[in-house]
């Protein structure tokens, strides 16, 4: 798709802008690739259905979008684990104790140079790498 946006469509006068979206499509049935639930913007709640993550140039003169690059998004048996695990902490978190408000004594700054990357963010990354 790239190659080919750069053969016809693309304009050296023209401004562009890269935009990365995901697009959930409602989806009935069990055995379709990569079926699952995820959130849909439109209908403001999760449904069971297909995701897609697209990176789009999108002409600031003409306002058109052209996709660039377009990945199903299929979630691990390692990610629904630990959404589920995050889901149960914040239950957890929400019925426990309320702390006083500031920093705990004894705790030790902590390194903010590494950075673990979520599995959304890998995805973006990967699409996000030229050829």
């Known amino acids: 798709m790239w190659q080919f946006f750069c053969q016809s469509l693309l304009r050296k006068e023209e401004i562009y802008i890269l935009a990365g979206d995901e697009c959930v499509d409602s989806k009935a049935g069990k055995k379709t690739y990569g079926l699952d639930r995820f959130f849909s913007g439109l209908q403001q709640k999760v449904i069971p ?3 897609f993550f697209v990176f789009s140039l999108i002409s600031v003169n003409q306002r058109h979008s052209y996709p660039v690059v377009m990945e199903q998004t299929v979630r ?3 990610e629904k684990a630990a959404c589920k695990v995050k889901k149960e902490t914040k239950k957890v978190k929400a ?3 309320k702390r006083k408000p500031g920093r705990p ?3 030790k700054n902590k390194d903010k140079t590494t950075i673990v990357l979520t599995p959304e963010l890998q995805r973006i990354r990967r699409c ?3 050829c």
């Open 49 to 51: 259905g297909l995701s």
């Open 76 to 78: 691990s048996a390692e």
């Open 95 to 97: 019925s426990g104790p």
């Open 105 to 107: 004594k004894g705790s």
């Open 128 to 130: 996000s790498k030229p």
